[in-house]
């Protein structure tokens, strides 16, 4: 045995530890009631309108908060406590569906109190996120982070997309209210799981300084990584194209007059076909990632990524759709695994969190721009064209691999 081998082997041996699992138990409720809102939302959402636009303005307003909050979300993350910061936007996510049902029961409905609700979730979301990728290295060492990450990307990616869309659909076939009464529980279930972990989790500072002044040192040190600034823009072309093709999926996949002519209940099932790809990719990357190095398994991620978003351009077949978006599910695991695996490792704690937000305001702030291009472009040019499109955009992303050598991504790793 290798002393890698050795390093490898003990840290499999090691513990994540108590706090790491109650973190996770909270974040595998928070993400089944992410996912079965996000299904809930455009499901309702048709019954208001059929115009591709409008639909895909729901997640122009779910991820718009990327684009105009995540700064600030990171600096608060690196000034406030992680964990209570989270608290805080989980309670937010709790009340808002129950405020939407209130809506609905009054016969007040429409598409735009749902862009209202989606924008308030969304912000929450963002502080949410911003917060819990901040405190990892804070709960589990240095060296087990790809593990736990992995793990971590298990649980989030089995509730958020192999439970929650399924649940979402059968919910909302049910009746409406229950689409949304149901994730303000499990998301106050999971502030339930959330306050049993134990400790501070502020980053002390040594001056003060402005907001503003933070955020700019977050996106200074970002834009002087040359691989986190890469694998910041590769990312945010991909969401940029991933969220442009499935801002208006809803209209390929459901109804009697879409394409796939699939029922609520069906479309759920299809989008679990990618959570089972991720859930096993999330136990495979970190095995992945030692065989293959991690630039060649980016490489390949890239691949399954333009297969994921371009295959409907080919075809409406739910069962090739349903495998394709399986390999897919489980190479962008791959991608997130290492990235954020990364990202964590290189940027100091006490950064972290403004370093993770510049990052999304890269990589995240790209997806309200792709749903309402998406939107557009199904609308002049027909959807199947629109998925070519960004399935050919998301291959052209090949070109910035040679930056993304394993010489030069261990080297950023080492000066970290």
Excluded at 48 to 55: D, K, N, V
Excluded at 82 to 103: E, K, Q, S, W
């Amino acid at each position: 045995m290798t002393n890698d081998d050795a390093l490898v082997s003990e840290e499999t041996r090691t513990p994540l530890g108590p706090s790491y699992w109650k973190l996770w138990t909270s974040s595998g409720l928070s993400n089944l009631a992410d996912g079965v809102f996000k299904i809930a939302l455009p499901l309702l959402a048709i019954q208001f309108t059929q115009s591709p636009t409008l639909i895909a303005g729901l997640t122009f307003a779910g991820t718009l908060p990327w684009l105009l909050f995540a700064l600030t979300a990171g600096a608060l993350a690196d000034r406030l406590d992680r964990r209570l910061l989270m608290l805080f936007a989980n309670i937010t996510r709790a009340i808002l569906p129950a405020l939407l049902v209130g809506v609905i029961l009054l016969d007040l409905g429409s598409i735009w109190a749902l862009y209202v609700v989606a924008l308030l979730v969304g912000v929450a979301e963002t502080l949410y996120d911003t917060s819990a990728q901040s405190i990892m290295p804070q709960v589990v060492h240095r060296d087990q982070l790809s593990r736990a990450n992995g793990r971590l990307y298990a649980v989030e990616l089995t509730t958020n997309q192999f439970i929650g869309p399924p649940l979402g659909g059968l919910l909302v076939a049910a009746g409406v209210v229950a689409g949304f009464i149901v994730p303000g529980a499990l998301w106050l279930a999971a502030v339930g799981a959330l306050f049993l972990v134990r400790g501070k989790f502020r980053i002390e500072r040594e001056q003060k300084t402005t907001l503003r002044y933070d955020i700019a040192e977050g996106l200074r040190f970002l834009w002087n990584q040359k691989i986190l600034r890469t694998l910041a823009i590769m990312t945010g072309t991909f969401n940029f194209a991933s969220n442009a093709a499935f801002a208006v999926f809803v209209l390929f996949a459901v109804g009697p007059t879409s394409a796939m002519q699939l029922t609520e209940v069906g479309f759920g099932i299809l989008l679990t076909s990618s959570a089972i790809g991720a859930f096993l990719g999330s136990f495979l990357a970190e095995w992945v990632e030692r065989k293959l190095g991690r630039s060649k398994a980016l490489a390949l991620t890239m691949v399954g990524g333009a297969l994921f978003v371009g295959a409907p351009a080919l075809t409406d077949n739910p069962y090739i759709l349903g495998a394709v978006f399986f390999v897919g599910g489980a190479l962008i695991v791959l991608w997130n695994v290492i990235t954020v695996s990364l990202r964590q490792r290189i940027a100091p704690n006490r950064l972290l969190g403004r370093v993770n937000s510049a990052y999304r305001l890269l990589a995240w702030g790209t997806m309200p721009l792709g749903a309402v291009v998406g939107g557009l472009l199904a609308q002049w040019l027909g959807i199947q064209v629109m998925f070519g499109i960004m399935g050919v955009l998301t291959l052209a992303l090949l070109g910035l691999m040679p930056i993304l050598t394993d010489k030069a991504i261990d080297a950023a790793d080492v000066e970290s």
